[in-house]
């Protein structure tokens, strides 16, 4: 089985903070891939990572895929209320995995 | 429409029902997913089609579920004999090939009374 966790599971941040979302597997994946989503939507492609320690950034969005291709994080700079939203890991493998997400709160 | 459709957004039926839910995918997308998403949780694979044949079904929870894409574009989940159990978002999304990028319909929540 593979089983992606997430954490945390929850988080609420001021406006203006920096955060880090962690991404975590006991299973090798081929790519990994980062969505978010928001309420009454289907989730939306951020970026996929596929080489074992490569770092993706857009724009204050900053993705690093561990160097075993297990775990990954999403770092956040200067968060904006835009952000808000549940952000969610999903590993390739035969098929795609998703994790439980990371719901997110940016307070204006 | 230049995005995965569903239909319908809302579904509420009573236990022992037997549902429908319909996706239209991007068009010329060859892949297209089910996913089923509940309160608080990621979503969950189902079934994936490459074309109009199933790929992969293991997803599938037990025998009452069943999909369909006759001719390789639009998808129907189907749902016998209901419970309260199966109360959940249902998300479908396509893509060019299977390793490609997803896109997501908005889903449709069904509620099983």
């Known amino acids: 089985t593979q089983l992606l966790e997430q954490s945390p599971q929850f988080l609420s941040i001021q406006e203006g903070e920096n955060l880090t979302v962690y991404c975590n597997s006991s299973s090798v994946f081929s790519s990994l891939q980062w969505y978010r989503q928001e309420p009454g939507e289907g989730p939306v492609l951020l970026v996929t990572v596929v080489t074992g320690g490569e770092v993706k950034k857009l724009k204050r969005l900053t993705f690093q895929f561990g160097d075993a291709r297990k775990d990954s994080s999403l770092h956040i700079t200067a968060a904006q209320p835009g952000d808000t939203g549940l952000y969610l890991c999903?590993?390739?493998?035969?098929?795609?995995?998703f994790g439980p997400g990371t719901r997110l709160s940016v307070l204006p | 429409g230049a995005g995965v459709s569903q239909t319908p957004s809302n579904k509420v039926t009573e236990k022992g029902k037997y549902v429908e839910l319909r996706c239209d995918p991007i068009?010329?997308?060859?892949?297209l997913y089910w996913y089923r998403q509940s309160l608080g949780q990621g979503p969950e694979f189902l079934i994936y089609f490459q074309g109009t044949g199933a790929a992969d079904d293991s997803g599938l929870p037990n025998d009452r579920f069943f999909a369909v894409r006759p001719e390789g574009s639009v998808s129907t989940l189907k749902i016998q004999r209901t419970e309260r159990g199966d109360s959940a978002v249902y998300l479908c999304?396509?893509?060019?090939?299977?390793?490609?990028?997803?896109?997501f319909g908005p889903g449709t929540r069904l509620t099983v009374t």
């Open positions: 068009s010329g997308h060859t892949a």
């Open positions: 999903a590993g390739a493998y035969q098929n795609f995995v």
């Open positions: 999304a396509s893509s060019v090939g299977h390793s490609g990028e997803q896109y």
